[in-house]
């Protein structure tokens, strides 16, 4: 059987109008040169799974999609204070060239725009790196990101280096503001080499993918960001992603995202998926026309507006109180699924606190189950703890069935007077 | 048992170092004169549980906070549309009195800067309903969020009546630019009722809750709002809730969120939870000091950023493949669990096509067990559907067990060659 | 025999062409209503003469063009100090509706901007005065300059007030910023009476011609405002008089201006001539179309522009060093003729300093003629005393005739060892 | 005898007190080094007459002063018109430094704000000239100006050099926005080059005295620039020449002026006189401290402000109503002198025409002497003209003394019945 998702993408690429109006960017002609009729899509879950339809092998340059990536290899490289220290994080309301330095600190407004996206390229293995090693290194992380080698288009890298003026201009900018202690010719070279890799639908789905799986590989799960990080380049994307649009962006799509200038936008939902759209025609303020209907579509069919309050929300508490063991004796099961966090923990506290009986009745055997539990976030494994202490401390005789481990330190296999187990013998294996 | 949930909000109040800076407010002198020491936060879950520590009884006037409140009931009583002609969405970046009316359309920037929530104050009911009507809606609309019968605070509005000049200002240009039809000078006396309404943070916890519950009452489950406008608010709340301070809350919170010159500041997490903290000394943004204290520690420590990858994520599938009937017939078991969404239901979908032996051990006998779903959304009811049904023409013998209804149109008992079921004799019950 | 003046301007009237775009402002009925046909032209010098053409019999409001001769009675009423405090003097770069008040500041830009305009309203008298005495001593003090009655037009006033929302909005936010003590209507109903004063372009030219006289009515040589606030009100003029237009006029025209949005535009050239123009449609920046052409030719043809180098500049100095009297003794005559002020004062001690003889000849006799002066700066009077003191030192006779006291202190007929009289029996008398 | 201005102008430098704060500038080490206590001052007028005191021989670099003399050569170079194109005329209220571009069409606001400096150094010669001839055309064109030949202080250049970052991002900006043909790092040299320029006061004020005197060199009278070319410098320099701090300096100074970053200031007033200051120390706007101060004194001390209605206005006429020829026969004289433009010519008309006698007793015997006129308007030409054709017409006897040709075409010897003469032999002869 195959799952009906390429179907359903397959609907989606068709409805998305061939005729919608856009233009061809004019000051890079490499870029006004394609071809408008490209259309592609692509979703990455971040456990590896890649769907695409359409033009999903035709390669384009990156451009501004580099921007969140390059950001996160900024805050790596050269740790979160120093890059805040560069650029700062607040929306500007203003198009994507525009300098947008705040006038307070002469910080550009956010590194989603070219003046930030420039000092965070310059701050990729820090002040003074050569552009050979910066370009590496980039090209490297994409590479890993994209889990394939990817590689430079060097007839529009070429095309941007005849055009790149502004950038230069806003380079030598941040350079007599001290904000760029590199020689702002070679930055700008950087830049505009990171801005020229080829990538496809795929890819971009993958890359942002890690992002949404808080920095990790989605196919190999490697970890290859801090999700700190991760969270810092999401939040900006929120924030600042889609330039002047960014209100119509966060209303309407509810999905941290970047668009490039060759006609890609992608987007990261967190916990979830990767999403990326093709289609070279831009609109007004820069970002890909079919490519924002595409989004557009895709979060109201699909439901994935961060918004929404039906979000693939809770993790799932299931309690049952008439399980009996091997020994004929009746327990209180309690068991837990899913990545558990604050709202996860709080449900389970109180439904074990609220269960009939518990006290009342005198002892009672409560078996707390975390087999299926994926994720526990430090205050729902603080939460479960307590829960589990507090029961045995009230008398109960209580089980914590923690196979992971999320429960326990070490070799302590014991909360206050509850006891931590990693299988039961007596209970029928549960795959999650 | 006791769940340990208020234990942990009075460390976490007691964290918040008393002798942080801050000014109470000197334009109005009712909130001047404050208790500066006075110190809150409540959390409501979404289904109704409320904790809060502190001076969780003190009232004080929610002010801006009724922002989202009451663009919620313009929108619900003149229409998204009507609205977003009054009112733009966008991030202004500049301070919340300031008069930030777009260049091109004489808009105010957003609903959470007083311009924009003077504008929605006039489109609640709509044009040319008289003050008192508009006060009496108001008061009744937030009321029912907040579970209890809510009043003005007399003396904070007198204080505020005498101090409105920037608030007359602003609504006289807004007449001037044809964006508001009533009488300025009506508009914003309802305008003054509305900030002056006397709350408690267990009043604000509850009523952000059902923002984060998409419109519904977390007490009694009541829709109060379409779940559409629910999501503007939040989105709007994300962008723009705190000023010029937007970028930093978004990165370092990460909680759609509204302060108010009180001193107090709600959040709403999507899915989850309303927040509400209150501390009456401000930051220059107008922020309460230690309520963005609270909130960046409660973000940290729960977990609650937004853009975490490690979200309350993924709905669960079980699948057992060796589940006996009465008659002694192994079926492969597909249990789902929870809110299902997009991702849920790829995962489904991908988690049965990929069971060894489905598409190549010949017929098998599938169950998919939806027993513990408590929603399901469009795309995901469209996956199951097409799942089963292609189990069914491929040959297997598919089974539905739904007995909440999710899957089946009307009388319908099957999709495809699947067969739907209410119930299952040979199961044991389970309770979600 | 007539003066070919009326002539002249006939031709420049005529010259301009009848059919060029423009629009009635459609915000205020009264002036929307108004005949576009209208066209008049008006001079007056500095010594009472005026002259006009076309439509000078036609009354119409005066509206922005009051700006600067309040703002001239606020600075002598309240001060200049005060008035500084309560408005800059910047150029904007916005239109005229603009809020546009300092950040640093909140002070309004500048008096010619309608935010500036009502600040300087209520310093007319001083804050506190009721809204009648203010108005009559506007309509006192423009009738006085005007050189007849003036009243306002009550049906554009009416039709004023039914549309002063932006006033009102700009007035509370003034009020808001501590920069307007009174009530924000009440000023605004004032504001509107002062701008519904009807003028005809003789009006206008008369009370700009005493702007350009110093502040001296010219019908009467009557001062009515110190010079100095004559001069910061022609400044302004200068600077900010034609909104965002200012820096074309300036280039263009050259002449301190003011425009009305019922179609006036005066002019004021110091020491010289005030204009007026009158032509009821309007440019994008709200400046009259014809009205702009007008003064653009008479600025070409008449050579009004301020920057031009060829300036009506020069006083005069006629060096005749034989002339004999009664006893037949030869002088040296240095006659000095007209306004005289630094450049002139420096070349009357040049020239004489530089006459062949002076320092080598022996003694001589000097006769420093100022019969015909018309007024004589400090600085030339100090240049002058000075000269006359050297020579009289170095052992020259020298007479000072100054039958008009520019030179002399009270009753000291001597200036060093210079001798001042006040009448030449052996000299004609001559006419200035 | 001595001239008393020297004597004068000293005064003026002690009065200015020494310990004025002000801080030398930072960014050029060159310039940080300077001798914060030189001061120095220098009038030049527009006959060619220097007066100069304290420091007037220590060279500085003209930097920003070198401003207006580019714009001048742009112009005179590319036209008014291609410069127009490039570079606005409107005050921007920003800081010297800013980018300050036009939000419509992308131009610099203004020829004396870096970016408009920029531009009008790349129209000097034309796009395409290379960077040694725009230089060599630029130190020629100053030292002519200046009357001596001007060098580049090598060192501050090398200085400038090395810290124009600023600059570079002005000029790629202005390349990306088609604004600068030229190679952008070419440009900035050149703009370096022309800002190290090294002057005295003396230079400085003589230079601006040619500004001042219509485009004419002072001491040779040779036209360097066309009139209108003057003319649109000083207009651009009395709207935008002191940065953010123009309206203030136009109110109180009253002089079209420049400053550069080494302490210089010139001033330029109109058919007067050129002055220039000299003291390092500057003020956060970046203008000489102490330079400020002597502009104010000298404005306020001298009557130079060009908004004082006591302008050295009007040329002068004399009517004398008895003068007998040798026949005995007496004539009515007009005698005139000086500048005569509109006002002086308006005001000839009209004495004539008001003389007792002339519209009644008969024919007159009428004498207009124009010996002592030293520049005559078109408009007053006209009205000289039309004068004596009007009393001729209505029977008087005219006769026009014009030994200079004012009035007369080529051969023509008569105005309508009026006789044009160039000599009047029983005249005595006037020196003017």
Known sequence: MQTPLPDYLSEVLTACSPDQEGELPDDIPELASA?????ALALATIDGEVYSVGDDEVPFTIQSIAKPFVYALAIQDSGLDTVLQHISVEPSGDAFNELSLEASTGRPFNPMINAGAIAAHSLVIGPGADEGARTERIIDAFSALAGRQLSIDESVLESELENNHRNLGIAHMLRASGLLPDDPAEVVRGYAKQSSIAVTVRDLAVMSAALANGGRLVHSGERVMHSHVARQVL?????????DATGDWVTQVGIPAKSGVAGGIVGALPGQLGIAAFSPPLDPQGNSVRGVDLFQRLSRDMGLHLMDAEQPSHSVIR???????????????????GAVRFSGGERVARRISGVPGIDEGGPTRVLLDLTAVHSLSE???????????????EGHRVLVLDPQGFTADADEPTIGDARVVGSLPWRRDAGA
Request: with cysteine.
């Open 379 to 393: 205050v729902a494994r603080r939460m479960f703890v307590e829960t589990a202490r507090r029961l045995a401390h």
């Open 35 to 39: 071809d408008p009729g490209r259309l």
């Open 235 to 243: 939040s900006v994307m929120m924030s600042c992603g889609m330039y």
């Open 319 to 337: 309690v049952i109180d008439e399980v009996a063991d091997d020994a004929g004796e009746a327990w209180l099961v309690a068991e837990v699924f």
